[in-house]
C-alpha cells in the first residue's frame, strides 16, 4: 500500500485524523471508521485469538481487531469454522478485549449461533457484549441475516455484515470466487445494500472480483473490508496466522506473507533442544543458588 503520509507519520502529527495511532488513547468506534470513509482514508483489520497476539497489533496501532470463527482453523484445529461454538468464542474473544486498549474488537458470531432467527442472534450478540466485552459483532449474509442485524442494531449493538464468500456456508458453496455471473453480482449488490439499509457499520467482502468490489464500496455509504476482493475496498483484512507465515501448506493467493513466523519459531524450538541435548542450557545466569 502506498502512502502519501505513512500510518506511523500520521499517528505522529498532533491533530491528523488518523485511525493508525496517534496520542488519544481510547477505543476506536463505529463513528471513527464512518470518518474516515469520507475522508478516503484506508484501514488494515487483523484476526487474534489470544491477548498476547491481539497486544502487539494493538500496539503497533491496527485500528480493528476481529475474533474471527476463523479461530477454528487457525487456532483449535478443526478442518472449518463450522463447528466453532459461542462458548469459545466468548472465550477467545474476552482474552483479546484484555490484551487490547485501542482497537475496535470486533467478534464473530459462530455457526448456530444466530441462523434461527432475530432472537436466537440478539441473545449471542448480547453474550459476547457482555461477557467478552467486545466492541461489536459480525455475522454472515446479507438478505438472509436481515431480522437478524436489525435487531442486533436496534438492541445497540454494531453489527459488520459478511458477504461474498461465507465460510460458514462451506458445505453448500465450497471455496471459490463468488459474483462471477452478473445474477450474482446483482444478488451480492442487494445483500451488500441489505445489510447497509438494516443498519450495519460496515461489510466484509470475501473472494469477490475486484471490479464488483469497487462497485459495491463506491455504492455504499458504509466502509467495505476486503479479503480477496481488490485494492478498491475501504479497507483490508488478513487473517493473522497467514500473513504472518505461521499457517501450514499453500496460502489462499490473496495473502500476502508479511513473515515467516514458522520457519522462525521452528528455528527456535530446534535451537532450544540442541542447547538441552547438549547441556549448554541452562547456564549460570539461567540458574538460582
Ligand atoms: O473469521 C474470519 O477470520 C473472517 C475473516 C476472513 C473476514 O471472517
Known amino acids: 500500500m502506498t502512502h502519501a503520509v505513512s500510518p506511523a507519520q500520521a499517528a505522529g502529527q498532533p491533530g491528523t485524523p488518523s485511525l ?6 481510547r477505543r476506536i468506534t463505529i463513528r471513527d471508521l464512518a470518518a474516515a470513509k469520507e475522508r478516503g482514508e484506508k484501514w488494515p483489520m487483523l484476526t487474534a ?27 483449535l ?7 466453532v461454538t459461542l462458548d469459545e468464542m466468548t472465550l477467545l474473544s474476552a482474552a483479546v478485549v484484555r490484551g487490547t486498549k485501542r482497537a475496535l474488537i470486533v467478534g464473530d458470531l459462530p455457526f448456530g449461533s444466530y441462523q434461527e432467527g ?17 466492541g461489536a459483532v459480525k455475522l454472515e449474509g446479507g438478505e438472509r441475516s436481515l431480522r437478524q442485524t436489525e435487531l442486533i442494531v436496534e438492541s445497540g449493538i454494531p453489527v459488520m455484515s459478511h458477504l461474498g464468500l461465507t465460510p460458514q456456508s462451506v458445505n453448500a458453496m465450497g471455496y471459490r470466487v463468488q459474483g462471477r455471473t452478473d445474477e450474482a453480482a446483482h444478488r451480492l449488490l442487494r445483500d451488500a445494500k441489505a445489510a447497509q439499509d438494516a443498519g ?11 471490479e464488483l468490489a469497487a462497485e459495491v464500496t463506491r455504492s455504499l ?16 483484512v488478513l487473517v493473522w496466522t497467514d500473513m504472518m507465515g505461521l499457517t ?10 508479511y513473515a515467516n513466523l514458522r520457519q522462525t519459531m521452528g528455528d527456535a524450538a530446534k535451537a532450544f533442544a540442541a542447547d538441552v541435548a547438549g547441556g549448554s542450557f ?8
Do not use: W
Open 77 to 83: 484445529g478443526y478442518d472449518t469454522t463450522v463447528p
Open 49 to 75: 485469538y489470544d491477548a498476547m497476539t491481539a497486544s502487539v497489533f494493538d500496539e503497533s496501532g491496527i485500528p480493528v481487531i476481529l475474533v474471527g470463527d476463523s479461530m477454528g482453523n487457525c487456532h
Open 282 to 289: 541452562p547456564q549460570e545466569q539461567h540458574s538460582f543458588h
Open 221 to 236: 455509504h458504509i466502509p467495505t473490508v476486503g479479503i480477496g476482493a481488490g485494492a478498491e475496498c475501504d479497507a483490508q
Open 20 to 25: 493508525y495511532g496517534g496520542t488519544s488513547t
Open 248 to 257: 501450514q501448506g499453500k496460502l489462499p493467493k490473496f495473502v500476502k506473507q
Open 118 to 134: 432475530a432472537v436466537q442472534a440478539l441473545r449471542s450478540a448480547t453474550r459476547l457484549v457482555k461477557e467478552a466485552g467486545v
Open 200 to 210: 450495519a457499520f460496515a461489510v466484509v467482502l470475501e473472494l469477490v472480483p475486484a
